[in-house]
């Protein structure tokens, strides 16, 4: 062998080390950028359109159902692509309460909707995030506690708001009526005196108008117009929708701002009639403090007083008349309440300290408020921080939709998720049973403010007509042709109907 054949020999000993080592380096970076990638494994989902995403997908009577349907195939965490936006949803109790409570900072943070977005800039309580939402949530939580709620004061705000109620529904002397205006304006006057400190009568029109546009606000809020102007809004802002929602809140804004004056014209630092006063005397001494940066605005104070309202008014109603509904759809259930409420309270005004001694009409309200499942999947979330949950990489900053009402229908927890059954909510020997998986409130750290309100509203509500009332359809109607379909907006709301309440005294 010449020193020719000695160099060739080594010459491709070190070709083919170097081949070697080429192969080796391109082993490493694929694998490694697989494992990345696995550890990276965002959830699945159908396959998105360019544009349109999934949206050819959604069932018209509402997405909430096609995300059910979804939830089968791919599992309780999963992608949909609204239009050009992405959504990991959270379907069933297990996955929902891993999230919202096990996880409640990673999943606690709100999402914008575009024309939210443009009516309330990132003020008040429900759209806001981060040191603004914190001191807003605090200040509302301890002042609508100071003005009633969950306590005896607000049980007797009520009450007498309740006995307004029953004048009214008395002079239809048990013809139909449709029972949504009514029962808006009843449930809005609690609000009213604990934001504003006043109840008004149902006859003002001041009022009226207030309770009435924040009806048809949130009607358009959930119309798909508007839905489409969120995705889309160069097409949708030629919508009339859009532009009557625009007015709507020009209006509600105008109206607010002059109720204010007049309290802030009577304003007694010393004797705060509601959350608005306490707002107004908490600007004022973080003003003479020199405080510059404060939280406490007129914005927020606004924005604040506006989503209270809307939170507080729409949902609370409409869980009211599906009560009814299911009464009159269901009278055997409507006469079990009555006897029990004859029973054990007879014909006095009905407290809340009696709660623990009617567990059949506790379930039936409970199971009211699971089969309605208003809010199907609560308003929307967003992730603070890049987190891993259930194995799937979910990047800060995307849009999570709590699904509810797979929560409140989840079958390995109920064991008739999609009927009217309160012995959901009962034991073996009648006793009223907590069930976790009831979370029509939602959970974590954006669980509605106004719980405790809303529970003590719709109990005194619900047995003092009870007490009163009969609800029936209305001539010529069965039972059974009263429709329980919902009608898909904001919120889940009966379809139109009328009833007649029939007076029992
Ligand atoms: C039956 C009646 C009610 C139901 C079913 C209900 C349900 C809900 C739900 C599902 C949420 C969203 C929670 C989330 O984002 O995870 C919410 C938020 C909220 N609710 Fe209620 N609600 C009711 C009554 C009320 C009342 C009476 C008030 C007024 C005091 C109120 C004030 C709020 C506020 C301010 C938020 C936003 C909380 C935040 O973002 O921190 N709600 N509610």
Redesign the pocket.
Known sequence: MGILDAVLQSSSYVSLLGALGVLLLICLITSSSFSSQEDKREPPGPKPLPLLGNLLQMDLKGFYYTLVKLSKKYGSVFTVYFGPKKVVVLTGYKTVKEA?VNNAEVFGD?DKIKIMHEFNKGHG????NGDS?KEL?RF?LTN?KDFG?GRKVCEDKIIEECHYLMEVLKEFKGRAFDTTQILNYA?SN??CS?VYGSRFEYDDPQFTSLVDRTARNLELFGSSYLQVYNLFPWIGKWFPATKECHKLFAANRKHNLELFSHLKETLNPQMCRGLVDAFLVQKQNHEESGITNSYYHDENLLMTVI??FA???G??S??LRWGLLFMAKYPKIQVQVQEELSRVVGSRQVQVEDRKNLPFTDAVIHET?RLAS??PI????RTSQDVTFQGYFIKKGTTVY?H?MSVLYDETEWEKPHSFYPAHFLDKDGKFVKRDAFM????????????S???M??FIFLTTLLQRFRFTPPPGVSEDELDLTPVAGV?LSPSPHKLCAVSLM
Not at 125 to 128: E, I, L, Q
Not at 378 to 381: G, Y
Not at 440 to 451: D, M, V
């Open positions: 919202l709100r309580v429900v759209w806001s939402w949530r509302a609508l709620m449930v609690i609000i604990m989503q209270l939170a507080g008014t949902t609370t409409t869980t408020q208003i809010a609560a308003l929307p979330h709590p509810l029509p409130f939602s959970a974590g750290r954006r669980i509605c403010l106004g719980e309100l809303a529970r509203e719709l919120d």
